[in-house]
């Protein structure tokens, strides 16, 4: 569905539908308007309109509390995501300025292993990411 279908109006008239024609009345689909009160809870946004697909009030306000949280979690783990990427190319580039190799695969192959261990199969893709963004594609 089109960003433009979910925030216009859901009333049948405002999207042109023929509810008797095409019953695709609010109590068909399971909506309650005497309940939630507007058409925007109706499709699952809460009362400031964001989508938490629920139009109970008080979970869509749960989702919301959680998913600030998720948000602060993505904003730090970008952050280090960051900075371990530029620690890693120092790490690199002071390396090979001693005259070192440019990889040392025993270390990598370390914090692969580190990450599967703690995240399951899931660990060795992010541990490889996280590598390839410190070092740059092979």
């Known amino acids: 569905m089109s960003a433009d279908l979910i925030d216009q109006p859901a009333s049948a008239a405002a ?4 509810t008797a024609k095409n019953g ?3 109590a068909r689909h399971g909506h309650d308007t005497a309940k939630n009160g507007n058409d925007a809870a109706r499709h699952g946004h809460d009362t400031a309109g964001r989508q938490t697909g629920t139009s109970d009030q008080l979970a869509a306000d749960e989702i919301h509390a959680i998913r ?9 783990l970008i952050d280090l995501w ?8 120092q790490v690199g580039r002071t390396r090979m ?3 070192g190799t440019r990889l040392v695969l025993s270390r990598e192959r370390e914090i692969v292993e580190r990450f599967r261990e703690a995240l399951g199969p899931d660990g060795t893709q992010v541990a490889l990411l996280l590598l390839r963004a410190g070092r740059g594609p092979l």
């Open 15 to 18: 999207t042109g539908h023929d």
């Open 82 to 89: 960051l900075e371990r990427s530029h620690l890693s190319q």
């Open 97 to 99: 300025a001693s005259g």
């Open 68 to 76: 600030e949280r998720i948000d602060a979690i993505d904003q730090a």
């Open 24 to 26: 695709n009345d609010a």
